[in-house]
Protein backbone atom coordinates (compact mmCIF):
# COMPACT_ATOMS: atom_id res chain seq x y z
CA UNK A 1 0.00 0.00 0.00
CA UNK A 2 1.29 3.23 -1.56
CA UNK A 3 1.81 6.40 0.87
CA UNK A 4 -0.32 9.05 -0.53
CA UNK A 5 0.87 13.13 -0.99
CA UNK A 6 -1.23 16.08 -1.16
CA UNK A 7 -0.48 18.44 -3.53
CA UNK A 8 -1.67 22.47 -4.54
CA UNK A 9 -2.03 22.71 -8.01
CA UNK A 10 -2.23 26.30 -9.43
CA UNK A 11 -3.72 26.38 -12.92
CA UNK A 12 -3.46 29.30 -15.17
CA UNK A 13 -5.51 30.92 -17.94
CA UNK A 14 -7.49 28.44 -19.92
CA UNK A 15 -6.68 25.95 -18.04
CA UNK A 16 -8.74 26.91 -15.53
CA UNK A 17 -12.17 27.29 -17.52
CA UNK A 18 -14.50 24.41 -16.02
CA UNK A 19 -11.84 23.40 -13.61
CA UNK A 20 -10.25 25.64 -10.72
CA UNK A 21 -7.43 28.43 -9.78
CA UNK A 22 -6.07 26.71 -6.69
CA UNK A 23 -6.59 23.36 -5.50
CA UNK A 24 -5.41 20.96 -3.29
CA UNK A 25 -5.14 16.89 -4.32
CA UNK A 26 -4.56 14.01 -2.91
CA UNK A 27 -2.17 11.56 -5.02
CA UNK A 28 -0.58 8.14 -4.66
CA UNK A 29 3.43 8.52 -4.06
CA UNK A 30 5.14 8.51 -7.01
CA UNK A 31 2.96 10.36 -9.09
CA UNK A 32 4.08 12.32 -12.01
CA UNK A 33 3.63 15.88 -12.97
CA UNK A 34 1.94 14.53 -16.62
CA UNK A 35 -0.17 11.63 -14.36
CA UNK A 36 -1.71 14.68 -12.54
CA UNK A 37 -2.15 17.18 -15.37
CA UNK A 38 -3.92 14.31 -17.05
CA UNK A 39 -6.30 13.48 -13.50
CA UNK A 40 -7.79 17.17 -13.93
CA UNK A 41 -8.25 16.82 -17.52
CA UNK A 42 -6.75 19.46 -19.30
CA UNK A 43 -7.74 19.60 -22.49
CA UNK A 44 -3.68 19.95 -23.50
CA UNK A 45 -4.57 18.79 -27.63
CA UNK A 46 -6.26 22.33 -27.34
CA UNK A 47 -3.82 24.15 -25.28
CA UNK A 48 -0.31 22.56 -25.14
CA UNK A 49 1.89 22.57 -21.95
CA UNK A 50 4.23 25.82 -21.79
CA UNK A 51 5.99 25.84 -18.25
CA UNK A 52 5.51 23.65 -15.31
CA UNK A 53 6.55 25.19 -11.94
CA UNK A 54 7.11 23.19 -8.60
CA UNK A 55 8.04 25.05 -5.58
CA UNK A 56 9.37 27.89 -7.82
CA UNK A 57 11.42 25.62 -9.61
CA UNK A 58 10.86 24.66 -13.76
CA UNK A 59 10.64 20.53 -14.13
CA UNK A 60 9.50 18.47 -16.76
CA UNK A 61 6.29 16.21 -17.48
CA UNK A 62 7.93 13.51 -15.81
CA UNK A 63 8.87 14.97 -12.48
CA UNK A 64 7.57 13.54 -9.45
CA UNK A 65 6.14 15.35 -7.07
CA UNK A 66 5.92 15.40 -3.39
CA UNK A 67 3.93 15.57 -0.35
CA UNK A 68 3.39 19.26 0.50
CA UNK A 69 4.19 20.37 -3.38
CA UNK A 70 2.73 23.08 -4.74
CA UNK A 71 2.47 22.64 -8.71
CA UNK A 72 1.59 25.37 -11.82
CA UNK A 73 0.59 24.36 -14.84
CA UNK A 74 0.68 27.72 -17.36
CA UNK A 75 -0.40 27.11 -20.99
CA UNK A 76 1.78 27.23 -23.85
CA UNK A 77 1.94 30.80 -25.81
CA UNK A 78 4.09 30.85 -28.94
CA UNK A 79 2.02 34.11 -31.26
CA UNK A 80 3.48 37.36 -32.32
CA UNK B 1 35.47 65.25 -37.97
CA UNK B 2 32.70 67.87 -38.08
CA UNK B 3 33.44 71.01 -39.78
CA UNK B 4 33.34 74.01 -37.83
CA UNK B 5 30.78 76.14 -39.31
CA UNK B 6 28.19 73.21 -39.03
CA UNK B 7 29.23 73.23 -35.10
CA UNK B 8 29.12 77.04 -35.34
CA UNK B 9 25.44 76.90 -36.82
CA UNK B 10 24.23 74.27 -34.56
CA UNK B 11 25.79 76.35 -31.49
CA UNK B 12 24.11 79.51 -32.86
CA UNK B 13 20.91 77.74 -33.70
CA UNK B 14 19.59 75.44 -30.71
CA UNK B 15 17.29 76.95 -28.25
CA UNK B 16 18.13 76.17 -25.05
CA UNK B 17 20.08 73.07 -25.76
CA UNK B 18 17.41 71.31 -27.79
CA UNK B 19 17.50 71.28 -32.22
CA UNK B 20 14.00 71.28 -33.90
CA UNK B 21 13.24 69.36 -36.89
CA UNK B 22 13.61 72.09 -39.12
CA UNK B 23 16.59 73.13 -38.35
CA UNK B 24 17.55 69.76 -37.99
CA UNK B 25 16.09 69.76 -41.80
CA UNK B 26 18.10 72.82 -43.22
CA UNK B 27 21.36 71.89 -42.00
CA UNK B 28 21.05 68.52 -43.38
CA UNK B 29 21.11 69.86 -46.37
CA UNK B 30 23.09 72.89 -46.09
CA UNK B 31 25.66 70.14 -45.18
CA UNK B 32 24.84 67.13 -47.65
CA UNK B 33 24.88 64.43 -44.16
CA UNK B 34 22.10 62.19 -43.07
CA UNK B 35 19.89 63.00 -40.33
CA UNK B 36 21.43 60.25 -38.46
CA UNK B 37 25.21 61.74 -38.80
CA UNK B 38 23.96 65.42 -37.79
CA UNK B 39 21.90 64.05 -34.89
CA UNK B 40 24.97 62.31 -33.94
CA UNK B 41 27.31 65.42 -33.90
CA UNK B 42 24.36 67.41 -32.23
CA UNK B 43 24.37 64.87 -29.27
CA UNK B 44 28.23 64.20 -29.12
CA UNK B 45 27.86 68.43 -28.15
CA UNK B 46 25.05 67.61 -26.22
CA UNK B 47 22.13 69.85 -28.55
CA UNK B 48 19.04 67.29 -27.76
CA UNK B 49 16.85 66.80 -30.66
CA UNK B 50 13.53 68.16 -29.32
CA UNK B 51 11.79 65.11 -30.69
CA UNK B 52 13.24 64.15 -27.04
CA UNK B 53 12.49 66.47 -25.10
CA UNK B 54 10.41 64.46 -23.38
CA UNK B 55 12.32 61.35 -22.65
CA UNK B 56 14.06 64.40 -20.73
CA UNK B 57 16.20 62.70 -17.23
CA UNK B 58 14.86 59.45 -17.52
CA UNK B 59 17.59 59.29 -20.83
CA UNK B 60 20.58 61.40 -20.43
CA UNK B 61 21.98 63.19 -23.30
CA UNK B 62 24.85 60.56 -23.46
CA UNK B 63 22.73 57.86 -23.20
CA UNK B 64 20.41 59.24 -26.30
CA UNK B 65 23.65 59.22 -28.30
CA UNK B 66 24.15 55.64 -27.14
CA UNK B 67 20.78 55.10 -28.02
CA UNK B 68 21.63 56.26 -31.39
CA UNK B 69 24.43 54.51 -32.38
CA UNK B 70 23.08 51.04 -30.85
CA UNK B 71 22.14 48.28 -33.30
CA UNK B 72 19.10 46.15 -32.57
CA UNK B 73 17.69 43.70 -35.01
CA UNK B 74 13.88 42.72 -34.70
CA UNK B 75 12.91 39.54 -36.26
CA UNK B 76 9.45 39.58 -36.71
CA UNK B 77 7.31 42.09 -37.85
CA UNK B 78 3.57 41.03 -37.00
CA UNK B 79 1.76 42.53 -33.72
CA UNK B 80 5.17 42.34 -31.15
CA UNK B 81 7.82 43.87 -34.31
CA UNK B 82 6.01 46.22 -35.44
CA UNK B 83 5.17 47.56 -31.93
CA UNK B 84 8.39 47.30 -30.59
CA UNK B 85 9.81 48.81 -33.77
CA UNK B 86 8.04 52.56 -33.29
CA UNK B 87 8.59 52.08 -29.26
CA UNK B 88 12.64 52.01 -30.53
CA UNK B 89 12.32 54.25 -33.60
CA UNK B 90 10.42 56.93 -30.86
CA UNK B 91 13.16 56.77 -28.06
CA UNK B 92 15.89 57.13 -30.74
CA UNK B 93 17.17 53.68 -31.11
CA UNK B 94 19.35 54.49 -34.24
CA UNK B 95 20.12 51.46 -36.28
CA UNK B 96 17.14 48.61 -36.17
CA UNK B 97 16.94 45.45 -38.89
CA UNK B 98 13.68 44.56 -39.65
CA UNK B 99 12.74 41.04 -40.63
CA UNK B 100 9.66 39.37 -42.09
CA UNK B 101 8.88 37.60 -45.16
CA UNK B 102 5.09 38.29 -44.92
CA UNK B 103 2.26 41.13 -46.16
CA UNK B 104 0.28 42.77 -44.37
CA UNK B 105 -3.32 40.61 -44.91
CA UNK B 106 -6.93 41.73 -43.17
CA UNK B 107 -6.63 39.46 -40.50
CA UNK B 108 -3.55 41.43 -39.34
CA UNK B 109 -5.54 45.18 -38.99
CA UNK B 110 -6.88 44.22 -35.68
CA UNK B 111 -3.43 44.87 -33.97
CA UNK B 112 -0.60 45.28 -36.23
CA UNK B 113 1.05 48.35 -36.13
CA UNK B 114 1.51 50.42 -39.17
CA UNK B 115 -1.26 47.94 -40.69
CA UNK B 116 -4.29 50.08 -42.69
CA UNK B 117 -6.46 49.11 -45.26
CA UNK B 118 -3.72 51.02 -47.56
CA UNK B 119 -1.02 48.57 -46.60
CA UNK B 120 -3.14 45.41 -47.62
CA UNK B 121 -0.98 43.17 -49.77
CA UNK B 122 2.62 45.14 -48.85
CA UNK B 123 5.87 44.12 -47.30
CA UNK B 124 5.44 44.83 -43.75
CA UNK B 125 9.14 45.61 -43.52
CA UNK B 126 8.43 48.35 -46.54
CA UNK B 127 5.34 50.14 -44.59
CA UNK B 128 7.27 49.67 -41.17
CA UNK B 129 10.31 51.19 -42.70
CA UNK B 130 8.50 53.99 -44.59
CA UNK B 131 6.67 54.90 -41.18
CA UNK B 132 9.54 54.62 -38.99
CA UNK B 133 11.49 57.34 -41.67
CA UNK B 134 8.28 59.44 -40.82
CA UNK B 135 8.39 58.98 -37.20
CA UNK B 136 12.12 59.71 -36.41
CA UNK B 137 14.05 60.02 -40.17
CA UNK B 138 17.57 59.83 -38.01
CA UNK B 139 16.76 55.93 -37.65
CA UNK B 140 18.07 53.81 -40.11
CA UNK B 141 15.95 51.04 -41.07
CA UNK B 142 17.54 47.79 -42.80
CA UNK B 143 15.40 45.36 -43.85
CA UNK B 144 14.80 41.76 -45.30
CA UNK B 145 11.96 39.65 -46.54
CA UNK B 146 13.22 36.67 -45.94
CA UNK B 147 11.60 33.88 -43.68
CA UNK B 148 14.30 33.14 -40.58
CA UNK B 149 15.03 29.24 -40.79
CA UNK B 150 18.11 29.73 -38.22
CA UNK B 151 20.58 31.16 -39.81
CA UNK B 152 20.78 34.92 -40.54
CA UNK B 153 24.30 35.97 -41.08
CA UNK B 154 23.76 39.97 -40.45
CA UNK B 155 22.48 39.12 -36.93
CA UNK B 156 26.24 39.19 -36.16
CA UNK B 157 26.62 43.27 -36.34
CA UNK B 158 23.58 43.71 -33.77
CA UNK B 159 24.24 43.70 -30.34
CA UNK B 160 20.58 42.71 -29.62
CA UNK B 161 17.92 40.46 -30.82
CA UNK B 162 14.52 40.82 -30.39
CA UNK B 163 12.50 37.95 -30.68
CA UNK B 164 9.03 38.97 -32.54
CA UNK B 165 8.34 35.41 -34.32
CA UNK B 166 5.31 34.11 -34.28
CA UNK B 167 6.12 30.27 -33.38
CA UNK B 168 8.46 28.09 -30.54
CA UNK B 169 9.74 26.41 -33.37
CA UNK B 170 11.84 29.56 -35.18
CA UNK B 171 11.69 31.39 -31.74
CA UNK B 172 13.98 28.29 -30.62
CA UNK B 173 16.24 28.59 -33.29
CA UNK B 174 16.37 32.28 -33.03
CA UNK B 175 17.46 31.91 -28.89
CA UNK B 176 19.92 29.74 -30.03
CA UNK B 177 21.35 31.98 -33.12
CA UNK B 178 21.46 34.50 -30.47
CA UNK B 179 23.36 32.63 -27.67
CA UNK B 180 26.13 31.26 -30.87
CA UNK B 181 26.58 34.46 -31.87
CA UNK B 182 26.38 35.72 -27.48
CA UNK B 183 24.09 38.22 -27.74
CA UNK B 184 21.37 39.67 -25.82
CA UNK B 185 18.54 38.23 -26.47
CA UNK B 186 14.58 39.47 -25.55
CA UNK B 187 12.08 36.87 -26.23
CA UNK B 188 8.60 38.02 -26.03
CA UNK B 189 5.20 35.60 -26.89
CA UNK B 190 1.62 36.43 -26.64
CA UNK B 191 -1.54 34.41 -26.65
CA UNK B 192 -5.37 34.94 -25.92
CA UNK B 193 -4.91 37.24 -22.90
CA UNK B 194 -1.48 35.85 -21.93
CA UNK B 195 1.76 37.32 -22.44
CA UNK B 196 5.42 36.50 -21.76
CA UNK B 197 8.87 37.70 -22.10
CA UNK B 198 11.99 36.62 -20.83
CA UNK B 199 15.82 38.43 -21.61
CA UNK B 200 18.77 35.85 -23.01
CA UNK B 201 16.47 32.66 -21.85
CA UNK B 202 17.24 29.58 -24.52
CA UNK B 203 13.49 29.37 -24.36
CA UNK B 204 14.33 25.16 -23.66
CA UNK B 205 11.95 25.59 -20.27
CA UNK B 206 9.34 27.64 -22.14
CA UNK B 207 8.80 25.51 -25.49
CA UNK B 208 9.52 21.56 -24.98
CA UNK B 209 8.19 20.84 -28.34
CA UNK B 210 7.53 22.99 -31.36
CA UNK B 211 4.07 22.72 -31.59
CA UNK B 212 2.34 26.18 -31.63
CA UNK B 213 0.13 27.47 -28.46
CA UNK B 214 -2.91 28.85 -26.84
CA UNK B 215 -2.62 31.53 -29.91
CA UNK B 216 -3.12 28.72 -32.37
CA UNK B 217 -7.04 28.50 -30.63
CA UNK B 218 -7.28 31.69 -29.23
CA UNK B 219 -5.47 33.97 -31.39
CA UNK B 220 -3.93 37.75 -30.68
CA UNK B 221 -5.10 40.85 -29.36
CA UNK B 222 -4.56 44.26 -29.72
CA UNK B 223 -3.57 45.28 -26.53
CA UNK B 224 -1.96 41.99 -24.91
CA UNK B 225 0.46 42.57 -28.07
CA UNK B 226 1.51 46.02 -27.16
CA UNK B 227 1.76 44.91 -23.66
CA UNK B 228 4.05 42.93 -24.78
CA UNK B 229 5.98 44.95 -27.17
CA UNK B 230 6.08 47.47 -24.57
CA UNK B 231 8.19 44.90 -21.97
CA UNK B 232 10.37 43.66 -24.69
CA UNK B 233 11.36 47.75 -25.75
CA UNK B 234 12.29 48.25 -22.65
CA UNK B 235 14.32 45.57 -22.21
CA UNK B 236 16.40 46.73 -24.81
CA UNK B 237 16.66 50.11 -23.94
CA UNK B 238 17.76 49.06 -20.36
CA UNK B 239 20.17 46.24 -21.80
CA UNK B 240 21.63 49.19 -23.82
CA UNK B 241 21.97 51.94 -21.29
CA UNK B 242 22.78 49.09 -18.80
CA UNK B 243 20.61 50.01 -15.64
CA UNK B 244 17.94 48.87 -14.43
CA UNK B 245 16.93 44.82 -14.09
CA UNK B 246 16.04 42.81 -16.80
CA UNK B 247 14.14 39.59 -17.00
CA UNK B 248 16.88 37.33 -16.72
CA UNK B 249 16.55 35.47 -13.86
CA UNK B 250 13.36 33.96 -14.77
CA UNK B 251 10.03 34.35 -17.34
CA UNK B 252 7.72 36.87 -16.41
CA UNK B 253 3.89 36.01 -17.07
CA UNK B 254 1.25 38.24 -17.72
CA UNK B 255 -2.85 37.08 -17.46
CA UNK B 256 -4.80 40.35 -18.31
CA UNK B 257 -8.05 38.46 -18.01
CA UNK B 258 -7.16 37.79 -14.96
CA UNK B 259 -5.35 40.30 -13.90
CA UNK B 260 -2.71 38.51 -12.76
CA UNK B 261 1.33 39.22 -13.09
CA UNK B 262 3.97 37.20 -11.88
CA UNK B 263 7.99 35.83 -12.48
CA UNK B 264 8.98 32.66 -12.36
Redesign the interface.
Known amino acids: MKNSIEVTIKL???Y?EGKFKVEKRTYPEGTSAIEIIKDIGIDIE??????L?VN?R?V??EHILKDGDTF?V??????? | MPSSSLLEDLESQQIDGFLSYDIHHNLKEKYGISYYELEKIALENDIIPLKYKRNANSIKPNEQLKLLTSKVAIIGCGGLGGNISEYLARIGIGNILLMDFDKFDEHNLNRQNYSTVESLGRYKVDVAKESISKINPSVRVFTCKEKFDGDFEPLKEYEIIVDALDSPKTKLLLAKKAKQYSKTFVHGAIGGFSIQTATNSTLQTIYRDVTGGAETTLGNLPFVASFCASLQASEVVKSILGKGELFEDGIFFADLLDNEFFIV
Do not use: D, N
Request: charged share 15%; glycine share 26%; hydrophobic share 35%.
Open positions: FAQRTFPIGVIGHGESFPKVGGG
